[in-house]
């Protein structure tokens, strides 16, 4: 998953780029279709270019959006004078983004017009109802490139370019959701710093005193559960992060016998050392494969010698950001188009 911001999945930037089209002004939009080594951004950053001479989103400051303005501002003179302008798609490599980090990029520069209404009209629709989606860009023409949302599984979990195919393809829609068991001092802490780095937060509990949506404002949902209950987890998938502080030994294996056979793509529990043996030893006993038992996160949390809630919060976020980080692809480019 990424923060929605910036992204195809924000909505500033799909309900700007279709009302500019409903009014008869073109939009120009700018994307990092791949990347390979250190960039600020990576694959699905996007910025739109307005008539008016603003911008939504970013593609990561810098000479690389130096360069993706200056095309985004080509096509919009181009349309306003009536004239047809090509899309661009080049792998901007250190050597011609000359950007500090080192980095390349595959940019994709394209004028958005009346023939685009209908997938962006698809997505907005996948974005609001959170169903499962995905946007699928077809640049086997550089200069004419044609986008289209599917609601069938691709087998792509992660903004991912095919470079043979030259395709490019994006979940949309439903966003990895962070479920949260546990909402103690740690658990109210953690919630909003999740937010604030573009998490959709759920949150359990077994204890109704605690299981208030006024305790956690910026939740999705507050449910209060037995944490043996099986339809605590059903909406568990593997795009989705699942974090564990709920306030016993017991209630922590009852949650992660829960969420494990779901296969999450980050899985991690509060506790000791010590603790991480017991646990452990006790969900293999109760048949959960070594394999799911060992890749808990636990001690939860980057090593950043925590003691209060708001700092161990910091650093299971931490933790959270950098597997985020980690499941998006690092393939170095064959080559690439222009």
């Known amino acids: 998953m990424n923060d929605v911001a910036g992204t195809i999945n924000d909505p500033q930037i799909v309900s700007a780029a279709r009302a500019e089209l409903a009014a008869g002004r073109p939009v120009a939009l700018a ?6 080594g250190s960039m600020p951004r990576h694959e699905g950053a996007r910025m739109l270019a307005l008539a008016d001479g603003s911008y939504i989103g970013t593609v990561g400051g810098g000479n690389i959006e130096f360069i ?4 985004q501002q080509e096509l919009l003179r181009a349309a306003a004078a009536g004239e047809g302008a090509p899309a ?7 050597e011609k983004n000359a950007m500090a980090c080192g980095g390349d990029a595959l940019l ?15 997505l907005a629709r996948a974005v609001a109802s959170g169903e499962a989606a995905w946007l699928v860009e077809d640049w086997a023409d550089p200069a004419a490139p044609c986008a289209r949302v599917e609601t069938s599984g691709t087998g792509c979990d992660v903004p991912t370019w095919d470079e043979a195919a030259a395709r490019y393809t994006e979940p949309v829609g439903a966003e990895p959701v962070c479920y949260v068991f546990g909402g103690g001092h740690v658990g109210r802490a953690l919630v909003p710093v999740l937010a604030s780095v573009g998490f959709v937060v759920e949150v359990f509990d ?8 006024a305790n956690f ?14 339809a605590l987890y059903e909406r568990i998938t593997p795009r989705d992060y699942v974090v564990v502080l709920t306030h016993g030994h017991l209630g922590d294996a009852a949650a992660l016998e829960g969420a494990l056979p779901h296969c999450p793509a980050y899985v991690g529990c509060i506790g000791s050392r010590r603790k991480a043996g017991f646990v452990r030893d006790l969900l293999k006993e109760r048949g959960i494969a070594p394999e799911l038992a ?27 950001i950098r597997c985020r980080a980690e499941l998006r692809p690092r393939r170095p480019h064959e080559g690439g188009a222009s």
């Open 108 to 122: 994709a520069v394209r004028l958005l017009g009346p023939a685009d209404a209908g997938w962006l009209e698809d």
């Open 217 to 230: 404002p910026l939740a999705r949902r507050v449910t209060c559960g037995s944490f043996e209950d099986p």
């Open 206 to 213: 077994d204890r109704e005193g605690v299981c208030d949506p």
């Open 88 to 94: 661009s798609l080049e792998w901007m490599t250190h």
């Open 294 to 320: 060992d890749s808990v996160h636990l001690p939860i949390g980057e090593d950043i010698l925590a003691v209060t809630p708001a700092e161990i919060a910091v650093s299971i976020a931490a933790q959270i």
């Open 68 to 71: 993706a303005q200056g095309r």
């Open 31 to 36: 994307s990092l279709l791949a990347t390979a």
